[in-house]
């Protein structure tokens, strides 16, 4: 099914100029890139992004780190993007996520683990529409994808 996920390179991953080595992981893959937005996000932001996670220990710290530089949000378009996605993005701490994945290949702590992907199509409609407009996502085709699908 075709699905549009969340995604967002966090602030490690924007100042230690990884935003191409990390786009060429979800192109190659064959995903599409239909929104794009660079932006130092704020701490109300932040906040509501990661709500589920307000009252936990590590949460002023992930709100910190999240507003400290700036990020690049984008939505991701593919069959299955979301669970396709999340593979690539690989577990959360980056010591223990596989190597070939984006954290396992780039990171070394959970507190700096470089991006961020929806874990379900109810948080990826829930974060998209926090970040994008509707008409800031793009539809179009290109001829590759009759490459890509069968
Ligand atoms: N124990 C922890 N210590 C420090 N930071 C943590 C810890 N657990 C989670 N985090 C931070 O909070 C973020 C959200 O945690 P979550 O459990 O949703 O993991 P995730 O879904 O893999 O990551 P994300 O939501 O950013 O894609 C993590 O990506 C990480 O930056
Ligand atoms: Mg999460």
Same mark, same amino acid.
């Given at each position: 099914?075709?699905?549009?996920?969340?995604?967002?390179?966090?602030?490690?991953?924007?100042?230690?100029?990884?935003?191409?080595?990390?786009?060429?992981?979800?192109?190659?893959?064959?995903?599409?890139?239909?929104?794009?937005?660079?932006?130092?996000?704020?701490?109300?932001?932040?906040?509501?992004?990661?709500? %589920?996670? @307000?009252?936990?220990? !590590? &949460?002023?710290?992930?709100?910190?780190?999240?507003?400290?530089? +700036?990020?690049?949000?984008? #939505?991701?378009?593919?069959?299955?993007?979301?669970?396709?996605?999340?593979?690539?993005?690989?577990?959360?701490?980056?010591?223990?996520?596989?190597?070939?994945?984006?954290?396992?290949?780039?990171?070394?702590?959970?507190?700096?683990?470089?991006?961020?992907?929806?874990?379900?199509?109810?948080?990826? %409609?829930? @974060?998209?529409?926090? !970040? &994008?407009?509707?008409?800031?996502?793009?539809?179009?085709?290109? +001829?590759?994808?009759?490459? #890509?699908?069968?």
């Amino acid at each position: 099914m075709m699905e549009r996920s969340f995604v967002m390179l966090k602030p490690d991953a924007v100042s230690r100029k990884l935003i191409g080595r990390i786009l060429s992981r979800f192109e190659e893959k064959g995903l599409k890139i239909v929104a794009l937005n660079f932006l130092q996000i704020d701490e109300d932001l932040a906040k509501t992004h990661y709500g %589920e996670h @307000e009252g936990k220990p !590590f &949460f002023k710290d992930l709100v910190g780190y999240i507003i400290s530089a +700036p990020s690049l949000a984008m #939505v991701i378009e593919g069959d299955d993007a979301i669970s396709v996605i999340r593979k690539i993005v690989g577990a959360t701490n980056p010591k223990e996520a596989d190597l070939g994945t984006i954290r396992g290949d780039f990171g070394m702590d959970t507190g700096r683990n470089i991006i961020h992907a929806s874990d379900s199509p109810k948080s990826a %409609e829930r @974060e998209i529409d926090l !970040f &994008f407009n509707r008409d800031e996502m793009c539809d179009y085709e290109v +001829p590759e994808d009759s490459w #890509v699908y069968e």
